[in-house]
């Protein structure tokens, strides 16, 4: 069992969706990054919270440390959100440790 | 500013090579971890360099290893290639060790393929 999980693997939506992709994680986490890579592997990150609620135009991030659960929510879904969207785990020695990934394909 | 920059881009080699792979960081950043991402998976942790030294290295064999520059910029060496090493290498740098309060700046990556 990885140590960060996500779901779902797979996300196909029409334009003005609202979506969910959740990450669930079973170590000890100092924080958590909600991270975006394009296709070519340009990684950017969206999103760092270790407590909350952080919000950022479309996307909002929130997190339960006592779930051990983060949810990734984009409104008014458009094409150009189709990316694959990571969760990484800040744990022990400040590494991250990542989950597998949700490709998320936003249709007009 | 520039952002964190890799290269190659791109490389071919064949099994039993060797491959060095660079990576700068953004001006003012101190620490620089390397990521290794196999086609369809999430990135995985190699190390973690700060001020010069290894302050974290992930389950990778000694086959890999790393270093980093008096300027901060540092270099993933990989000896003896297998076929399985061929995948997306990410660096990312930050002002200090990755943590509650840093922000990981990712390269564009270096895309290895073996042969």
């Known amino acids: 069992k990885n140590e960060v999980e996500q779901s779902p693997q797979n996300l196909t939506a029409q334009e003005g969706e609202f979506i969910t992709i959740n990450c669930s994680y079973s170590?000890?986490?100092?924080?958590l990054h909600w991270l975006q890579q394009h296709p070519g592997g340009g990684i950017v990150s969206l999103f760092m919270?270790?407590?909350g609620k952080k919000k950022h135009g479309r996307l909002i991030a929130t997190i339960n440390i006592q779930e051990k659960h983060s949810s990734l929510h984009i409104t008014a879904s458009h094409p150009r959100d189709s990316a694959v969207y990571i969760c990484?785990?800040?744990?022990?020695?400040?590494?991250?440790?990542f989950g597998e990934g949700t490709q998320l394909t936003v249709n007009p | 500013d520039a952002g964190v920059t890799q290269s190659p881009t791109h490389l071919i080699k064949t099994r039993g090579q060797h491959v060095t792979l660079r990576c700068s960081p953004i001006?003012?950043?101190?620490?620089v971890s390397w990521y290794q991402q196999v086609l369809g998976q999430g990135p995985q942790f190699i190390f973690q360099?700060?001020?010069?030294?290894?302050?974290g290295r992930g389950n990778f064999p000694d086959r890999f290893s790393a270093r980093q520059f008096p300027n901060y910029s540092s270099e993933l060496n990989v000896n003896a290639l297998l076929l399985g090493d061929s995948a997306l290498y990410l660096c990312?740098?930050?002002?200090?060790?990755?943590?509650?309060?840093?922000?990981?700046?990712f390269g564009p990556g270096t895309r290895l393929l073996v042969l």
């Open positions: 990312a740098s930050s002002l200090g060790l990755a943590g509650v309060r840093e922000t990981q700046y």
């Open positions: 170590v000890g986490i100092s924080a």
């Open positions: 919270l270790s407590s």
């Open positions: 990484a785990a800040v744990t022990s020695g400040s590494r991250l440790t």
């Open positions: 001006s003012g950043h101190k620490s």
């Open positions: 360099y700060y001020e010069k030294e290894e302050r």
